[in-house]
């Protein structure tokens, strides 16, 4: 890690790629200088000094680790994220609550009904949200917010990336934070890719209505960073593929294990031993 960075916290957006990130950072850190931040108490233990195992860690991720951590961490702090075209998230999130919790009312729900329920777990614009640092604020979102992000993503991030591109942006996440070994990563949720169903037209449209300032967004960020991979010319594209072809060999030899850990985890969220938080 680039030695003028004493921590690297990972904004966590739900369903844009985060647990395939998060395999990169356990190997770029490794288990003593990363934390996984698995709830609101973890965080706060560590804020705190409270436990002494902690005191090494470089790296933070997690859902419960939001924009506004570095105003309470010493010394330098920079962040990296993922971003996803928006209604694809809305679909994924709803997928993964259909196949995780099948105990619950989503077992019941069209992607439609979901959209329509104003349930706790939908909130629009929550990409927007999570950039600012008001996920769990009241605060209205519009062309203010959307200017805040940017002005956030600028002076904060030092990689905003998008899941379609995803590759590209764990390969400059590399580059601009000197990991020691190839950002390899394993693909999360293969096995949920065959139960994508087409999203009807006027769905479509209701959803990016809903998000549109998501929309705005994920808009900002992929040109940004389709531009910054242009500028990069042709020995990053060389790399690139060359890494491609990398991770595919390393995925095919890891994935059995990781999909064993899921098993396990999965099977105690349908007998209700892990909550949805």
């Excluded at 309470?72 to 709803?94: C, I, K, M, N, Q």
């Excluded at 890494?243 to 850990?261: A, E, I, S, Y």
Aim: hydrophobic share 35%.
């Amino acid at each position: 890690m680039d030695s003028e960075v004493n921590h690297l916290v990972f904004l966590h957006i739900p369903k844009t790629g985060g647990t395939s990130l998060g395999v990169t950072l356990r190997l770029s850190y490794g288990y003593r200088h990363l934390l996984h931040v698995g709830s609101e108490e973890i965080l706060e233990a560590f804020l705190e000094g409270h436990d002494e195992k902690q005191k090494d860690v470089r790296c933070l991720k997690g859902h419960h680790v939001p924009f506004g951590v570095h105003e309470r961490l010493d010394g330098s702090v920079a962040y990296v994220t993922l971003l996803r075209e928006p209604v694809a998230r809305v679909d994924s999130f709803h997928r993964m609550l259909l196949d995780e919790y099948t105990r619950s009312q989503f077992s019941i729900e069209s992607l439609k009904e979901f959209v329509n329920s104003g349930h706790r777990t939908y909130t629009p614009n929550a990409q927007l949200r999570a950039v600012t640092g008001i996920e769990n604020s009241d605060e209205e979102v519009g062309p203010q917010t959307l200017e805040r992000a940017k002005d956030i993503l600028e002076e904060y991030f030092v990689v905003a990336g998008i899941t379609e591109r995803f590759d590209a942006a764990v390969l400059l996440m590399k580059d601009r934070l000197d990991w020691p070994w190839p950002p390899f990563y394993v693909r999360s949720r293969v096995g949920s890719a065959g139960r994508k169903t087409p999203i009807p037209g006027g769905l479509r449209r209701q959803i990016r209505a809903q998000n549109q300032w998501d929309v705005r967004l994920y808009e900002y960020v992929r040109d940004r960073l389709n531009q910054e991979i242009e500028n990069k010319g042709e020995v990053f594209q060389r790399r690139l593929r060359r890494f491609k072809k990398m991770n595919q060999l390393f995925g095919t030899l890891t994935r059995p294990f990781l999909q064993g850990f899921r098993s396990v985890r999965d099977w105690g969220k349908e007998r209700g031993l892990v909550s949805l938080s």
